[in-house]
């Protein structure tokens, strides 16, 4: 497996523009010749087709939402990065650059993060242009908010819908480029397969979700953008049809997957329930900004009516054991505390998965009116999901997964282990590192899609020579069939279980050995039983219904069977990975207070899986990460 | 808590569809109403039933997937939201509760209570987007939009485009859904260039889609469950005079 | 003219057209009520009243009912087209349907039009054409002037109860249509926000309440007995 990075020259401030003057472009008059394919339509795929198309290459999008405007993307709240330094507050690229590479624990790649930094105020002015309605000030500049800990005000934000009103950007100018006949869209179409011709990628197998049609599509590259793989725990904030599937299925087909196991715990989300959960809600973190987090200090407590346990009896954990940084503490850290402090037997609610965060203070000290102004949305969807009210109460939370650092791998041009196989988004693994800070999947979707792919493509397509294959051809003849028998595999089977139980439970064990802290002996467990469940899905499936029609247990199960054996290497990776780092906490490694602790002579390093057949034991190549601008140090927000 | 469903059956655009009922048992409180739907799927399908298929994916109220009519509201009962945060909380054991797609025609019967909104997408294509070529922008301070217009162009920018305006429109008119796009835009300074242009031509594909006219009834605000207001109603009412006389008098 | 067509063919163009239509047609109406009324100030005034607009130069008289004529025509036609469409819409309809905050009066005003056109009708061939009862012989003194008595032709008029009763069921349906129209109206110019909706709201019902009472006031009037024939 070639694990080039490809890093351009020179100091890290010019190797961006070092690249994009030496790579080569492709003339005007020969970019109609070049189709490209763009699977998924979310911030990172709506932005490059758009981009694309009008840049006049043919491209085709799928997505399998009924429309492009309906991906994952459009969930995020909180906001996006960059480093404008409109508030004067010391923000600088480098800055940016630095809290990224840090708050990732020193495992992403210098080269990819700088440029994100440095493109991020390109994505603001991009998105002001399209018409984004971020939040501005009385004087009509742009505003920010600080978020996620960070110690600078760069975050841009549209209310609570900073996810949609981006997405909605991005798929305007996708409108604008359909309408213009440079894109053809189509939804509700699933990539089942990756289709190579000469070792390169040529074109995809999809599904069509309407009719069950399998098709298949060729072009002269194929990017993916299909987003994060967190519900492989089944409860996430992601939504219900998030899969790996493209992911997975290109893997196969010999794209490797770098940090599978690097996945964020959000947490700041709402309690489960019960079983019959399928979703976990996200609450703004923006609400650690004026919340303290507790649980009671004695056991005893739990379940008293919070307002009745007096401040001395309340262990406001965060701020004890993180004095400078306190609720504001990082993602993977406050996530791991919170589940500490259950662990000790003294989280709240009916299930004892849970701890307060507290705005009663802050209501005493601003008005409720301020707090209403604030956050009264959340305030509102909180008692709509949990019934209570939260201005007499304090929340309930409890971390969920939610973003998924790992991904297929590429190099500094976005291109996967397989020539003409970009990804973008949240389906690579690129520069988030260990953990990923709030508000910075939004820049790297948007800066993937807008501001690199349309340079680093041509790069490879003024290498081949123009003009898709026949999508009659045998690579592609034989990969439908591939997938066909595979669908009437799935469907015949006939058992008794839903792929929905099967998924509830794979959901439990990841939950359980390969979420927020991870012991060998967990993971060995995982990696015994996670088998059995797979051979327990492929014998007793049930899928009532046809193939040639909507059939929505027949997508889900295709998602399932994915997880299952994806799960399996998350877990091995997990393993493999024995160190703590970032968002990848292994018990064995940690301080005695509890703190991650690195091994950077052995994991400076991405973990590269390369597929190795059904049944067959994935190969590990390694692509170390080299630090020539900063030195990796203890992470610490003591 | 127990309950009797009415469930609209459809396979397919050709075939009519029908009322099913099914008695659901045992149903959690705490549950959403779609979980609602999840826990009688899986009943279903451990008889060897087809289960409901209903369009959903957030299922946190953002994406504008899910789409169903309870009781002949669309999202159900609760103002100011979606039928994937609708909790059983609101409704009562022994309660009848029938499940309807959206109907409109511009919104044809997929399966079951799946319905194909594309249309929307179509109005979004004829003119809901600022020709602002990647990489061509200005710095983001370089326009100064005071407060209250961005507040504005953002209160009607936070349509998800789920459809219920229609759904529940006693004409199965798309106003409010166009008028949001075309006011989130139309409001905006960067938007100016292209306003007339946007509003003929996303009217004249909302019309050309089959979509109703807007009798000012107001139902749509009333179901929306962003609360987009019927003042972007009024304004593309408004631009759109204005666009057509301006067309009118400079016509070469 | 390809624009203009297009204007006019669009859902929003017939809107204008109804608002406008109907703009004429709500202060025509608030016109004729107050002139009507003023039968309660005894024959000598309304008479009076009529003699003057009826010896308004022919060309006036004429152009003003053309006008009308044609903005009824209009705004029927326009009502027509978007009910049409509007039922085309939605084919297949819901098992099911509950109101939100839909007012009666919103949902009926096809059928409260098509009454009123009906109505209209009628009226014009009682009062205007008198060709249902014939009036020709009703003469009044205006000044030493024999002028049409309008007040008598009322009085007779509305003394057959089933007449009084069509009037009466007629401005009430009116009073509905008004009731979502005048507010409608100015949504569909463009003129009404979040802030004017309820008052105008509450003026539009004000405005259908006003113009019921005047002109029902007549009739009632008329079968209790309390204006007299001369
Ligand atoms: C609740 C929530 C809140 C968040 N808040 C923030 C925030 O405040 N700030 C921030 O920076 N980040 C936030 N994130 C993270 C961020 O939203 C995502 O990481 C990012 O939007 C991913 O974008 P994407 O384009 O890579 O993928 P997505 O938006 O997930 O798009 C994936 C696309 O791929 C398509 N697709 C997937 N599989 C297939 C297939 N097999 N065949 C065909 N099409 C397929 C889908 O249809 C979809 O169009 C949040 C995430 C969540 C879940
Ligand atoms: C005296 C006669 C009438 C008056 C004063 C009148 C007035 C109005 C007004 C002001 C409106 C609102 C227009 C808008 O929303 O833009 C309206 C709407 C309407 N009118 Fe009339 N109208 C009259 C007669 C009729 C007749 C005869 C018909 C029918 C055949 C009719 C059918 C309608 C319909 C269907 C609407 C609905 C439009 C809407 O709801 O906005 N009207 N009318
Ligand atoms: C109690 C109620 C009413 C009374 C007593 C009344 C009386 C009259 C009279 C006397 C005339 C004839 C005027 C003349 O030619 O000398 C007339 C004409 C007319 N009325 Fe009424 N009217 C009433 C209600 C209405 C209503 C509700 C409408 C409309 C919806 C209406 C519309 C007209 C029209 C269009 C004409 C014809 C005007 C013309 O001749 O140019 N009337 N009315
Ligand atoms: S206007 Fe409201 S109801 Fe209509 S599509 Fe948008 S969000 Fe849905
Ligand atoms: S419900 Fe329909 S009639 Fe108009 S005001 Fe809304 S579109
Ligand atoms: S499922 Fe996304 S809005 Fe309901």
């Keep these: ?638 | ?252 | 003219m390809s624009t203009l067509l297009q204007l006019l063919g669009s859902s929003l163009g017939k809107k204008y057209l109804m608002a406008i239509t109907g703009l004429v047609l709500v202060l025509f109406v608030l016109g004729h009520m107050l002139g009507n009324v003023q039968i309660f100030l005894g024959p000598e005034v309304i008479n009076a009243y009529a003699h003057k607009l009826q010896s308004l130069p022919a060309g006036v008289i004429w152009g003003v009912r053309l006008f009308l004529l044609l903005c009824v025509f209009i705004h029927v036609w326009m009502a027509v087209l978007v009910t049409v469409e509007n039922r085309r819409a939605r084919p297949e309809n819901y098992s099911v349907k509950d109101n939100v905050q839909n007012t009666y009066a919103a949902r009926t005003m096809m059928v409260t039009g098509l009454i009123l056109l009906a109505f209209i009708i009628f009226h014009i061939l009682h009062y205007t054409a008198r060709v249902i009862y014939d009036y020709s012989d009703m003469h009044y003194d205006l000044h030493g002037e024999s002028v049409h008595d309008v007040y008598s032709m009322m009085i007779q008029g509305f003394s057959h109860w089933w007449v009084s009763i069509f009037y009466i069921i007629s401005v009430w349906l009116l009073c509905m249509h008004l009731s979502h129209g005048v507010s409608s109206m100015f949504q569909s110019v463009g003129l009404r926000n979040e802030k004017w909706r309820g008052i105008l709201d509450k003026v539009a019902v004000a405005y259908g309440w006003v113009v019921f009472l005047g002109f029902a006031s007549i009739p009632i009037a008329v079968l209790a007995g309390l204006i007299k024939p001369l």
């Design chain 1, 1 to 638: 497996m070639n694990l080039d990075a490809k890093i351009p020259d020179g100091p890290l401030a010019d190797k961006w523009d070092n690249h994009k003057f030496s790579i080569r472009l492709v003339n005007p008059a020969n970019k109609r010749k070049y189709h490209i394919i763009v699977v998924g339509s979310g911030l990172a795929g709506g932005s490059a087709a758009a981009t694309l198309g009008e840049l006049g290459f043919n491209i085709k999008c799928f997505c399998y939402q009924d429309s492009p405007r309906r991906a994952h993307s459009i969930a995020a709240q909180g906001g996006i990065n960059a480093a404008k330094n409109y508030q004067n507050d010391g923000d600088s690229i480098y800055r940016l650059f630095y809290d990224t590479i840090k708050g990732g624990d020193f495992r992403s790649r210098e080269a990819n993060v700088y440029r994100l930094a440095q493109l991020s105020g390109n994505i603001i002015d991009q998105c002001v242009a399209q018409g984004v309605p971020f939040a501005r000030e009385y004087g009509g500049l742009l505003a920010n908010r600080s978020f996620g800990g960070a110690q600078v005000s760069r975050t841009f934000y549209a209310r609570g819908q900073t996810g949609q009103q981006l997405l909605l950007g991005a798929y305007s100018a996708l409108s604008r480029q359909i309408a213009a006949g440079q894109v053809e869209m189509y939804n509700r179409h699933e990539m089942l397969d990756l289709v190579l011709v000469d070792g390169h990628a040529k074109g995809i197998i999809t599904r069509n979700l309407v009719n069950g049609a399998i098709e298949a599509w060729s072009a002269d590259a194929v990017i993916l953008a299909t987003g994060g793989y967190s519900t492989v725990f089944y409860l996430s904030t992601n939504a219900a049809a998030c899969n790996v599937t493209a992911v997975w299925r290109a893997h196969k087909r010999g794209a490797g997957i770098a940090n599978p196991c690097y996945t964020q715990i959000h947490p700041t989300c709402i309690p489960q329930e019960g079983d019959h959960q399928a979703k976990l809600t996200l609450m703004s973190e923006s609400l650690r900004n004026d919340g303290r987090v507790w649980v009671p200090a004695n056991q005893a407590d739990r379940s008293k009516n919070p307002g009745d346990i007096p401040k001395e009896d309340r262990d406001y954990f965060l701020e004890r054991k993180y004095p400078s940084f306190g609720n504001l503490a990082p993602r993977d850290i406050s996530s791991r505390s919170a589940k500490e402090a259950c662990d000790e037997g003294r989280g709240v609610g009916s299930t004892g998965r849970g701890v307060y965060l507290d705005l009663a203070e802050a209501i005493e000290r601003l008005g409720r009116s301020t707090i209403e102004e604030r956050y009264g949305n959340l305030f509102e969807m909180y008692e709509r999901i949990t019934g209570e009210n939260a201005y007499e109460r304090p929340m309930r939370i409890y971390p969920a997964p939610h973003y998924t650092m790992g991904g297929i791998w590429v190099d500094y041009n976005l291109m996967s282990t397989i020539p003409g196989c970009f990804v973008l988004g949240e389906a690579n693994f690129s520069d988030h590192g260990a953990n990923r800070l709030g508000a910075s999947a939004l820049m790297q979707g948007l800066c993937d899609g807008y501001f690199v792919i349309p340079y680093t493509i041509a790069d490879y397509l003024a290498e081949v020579e123009p003009g898709a294959p026949d999508p009659q051809g045998s690579a592609f003849r034989e990969a439908e069939d591939v997938v066909r028998d595979y669908t009437q595999r799935l469907i015949g089977m006939g058992g008794k279980r839903s792929a929905r139980s099967i998924h509830i439970e794979l959901g439990k064990i990841m939950w359980e050995y390969c979420g927020m802290s991870r012991t060998d002996e967990g993971l060995n467990k995982a990696l015994e039983i996670i088998p059995q469940l797979r051979r327990e899905f492929w014998e007793n499936l049930c899928i009532p219904g046809r193939d040639s029609e909507l059939n929505a247990e027949l997508e889900r199960a295709g998602r399932v069977a994915d997880f299952l054996e994806f799960a399996e290497l998350m877990c091995r990776d997990a393993l493999d990975r024995n160190e703590s780092c970032g968002a990848h906490f292994r018990e064995e490694h940690q301080t005695q207070d509890g703190e991650a602790v690195r091994d950077d002579d052995n994991f400076t390093n991405v973990s590269v899986w390369e597929y190795k057949g059904d049944e067959q034991s994935p190969v590990k190549h390694i692509e170390s990460l080299i630090f020539e601008e900063v030195k990796p140090s203890v992470r610490s927000y003591k």
């Design chain 2, 1 to 252: 808590m127990n309950l009797l469903l009415k469930i609209w059956r459809q396979s397919g655009l050709q075939t009519p569809g029908r009322l099913v009922d099914y008695q659901i048992e045992e149903v959690p409180e705490e549950s959403s109403f779609l979980e609602m739907l999840d826990l009688l799927n899986e009943q279903l399908i451990s008889s060897g039933e087809e289960p409901v298929a209903f369009d959903h994916d957030c299922r946190e109220g953002i994406c504008g997937t899910c789409s169903l009519t309870i009781d002949g509201i669309p999202h159900g009962p609760e103002r100011m939201t979606t039928v994937c945060q609708l909790h059983m909380r609101k409704f009562n054991d022994g309660d009848t509760i029938t499940i309807e797609p959206f109907r409109s025609k511009s919104f044809p019967v997929i399966k079951d209570l799946v319905v194909d909104r594309s249309a929307l997408d179509a109005i979004m294509q004829a003119g809901g987007f600022i020709s602002a070529r990647t990489g061509g922008a200005s710095d983001g301070n370089a326009i100064l939009i005071a407060k209250e217009t961005a507040d504005r162009a953002m209160d009607a920018a936070s349509c998800i485009g789920c459809g219920a305006c229609v759904a529940v429109c006693p004409n199965a008119s798309a106003m409010l859904f166009t008028a949001a796009k075309v006011s989130h835009l139309n409001s905006l300074p960067q938007g100016k260039p292209e306003k007339d242009r946007r509003s003929l031509a996303m009217v004249k594909t909302m019309d050309d889609s089959g979509f109703g006219n807007c009798t000012n009834t107001g139902e749509c605000q009333a179901v929306c469950p962003k609360d987009i207001s019927l003042d972007f109603i009024a304004q593309l009412n408004r631009d759109y005079a204005r666009a057509s006389f301006s067309n009118l008098l400079n016509k070469k």
